[in-house]
């Protein structure tokens, strides 16, 4: 697509922010007006606008992806899409160990212990650990206190979380990474502790070096998007 817009800036009114270009509202990607929830996350995807050569390259919209996505497909219906990301706390990735007399049970313990009691403790919930993939369930005072919590978020926050759950395949993974303290680095590399666990043992090949790239810009853009639609 060949570059339409010479002036790209930021409007607002009525406690919402929208991008112009050459004076024209953007809008997204089925045609509803971007609105957008404060002047950082506009400020941030004005750049990406800014950034644009010709012709226009649409993978560098990564904020923008994300912000339609919110309007576009969660805004409509969000106790919806909370309702998508529940499961994830039935089969959370952190929650599945190996068996006590397995090497790589030492570093779970390590690693995702903590995590696991942090998120505990930040949500007043309990969580199940189990040894092996039999499936075990969660207990229904943390899965009834998990429903109210993301009911509770708006579509730009459950847009985000969607993305980081899906990637992570851990809600507590994708929740811890909505707080303001976050270390996304340390809780990416804790939702890929299986596959390190295994290149150290057998090596990486290249395509999956490629594959692992790609996904950590997916998790990192979406851990941004939240920060700035949170400011």
Excluded at 137 to 162: G, I, T, V
Aim: net charge negative; hydrophobic share 45%.
């Amino acid at each position: 697509m060949k570059r339409f817009y010479t002036d790209v800036s930021v409007n607002s009114g009525n406690d919402a922010y929208w991008i112009e270009l050459d004076g024209r509202p953007v809008k997204t990607a089925l045609g509803n007006r971007q609105m957008l929830p404060n002047r950082a996350l506009a400020e941030d995807m004005a750049q990406e606008w800014s950034a644009q050569g010709d012709p226009i390259d649409v993978n560098l919209f990564r904020r923008r992806d994300l912000a339609d996505y919110a309007i576009d497909l969660i805004s409509p219906d969000t106790d919806a899409a909370a309702a998508k990301l529940l499961p994830f706390l039935e089969t959370d990735t952190l929650c599945y160990r190996a068996g006590p007399d397995e090497p790589f049970f030492r570093r779970q313990e390590e690693i995702w212990e903590p995590i696991i009691e942090r998120f505990e403790q930040d949500e007043g919930i309990r969580l199940e650990r189990v040894s092996g993939i039999v499936h075990r369930p969660q207990p229904d005072a943390s899965l009834a206190k998990m429903r109210e919590r993301l009911a509770a978020m708006d579509h730009f926050a459950l847009a985000s979380l969607q993305s980081m759950t899906s990637l992570a395949a851990s809600l507590s993974i994708g929740l811890l990474a909505m707080a303001e303290d976050a270390d996304a680095d340390a809780l990416w590399n804790a939702a890929n502790l299986e596959e390190d666990w295994q290149i150290e043992q057998w090596g990486e090949d290249s395509e999956a070096q490629a594959v692992r790239k790609r996904r950590t810009a997916d998790f990192m853009n979406a851990f941004e998007f939240a920060r700035l639609a949170r400011a």
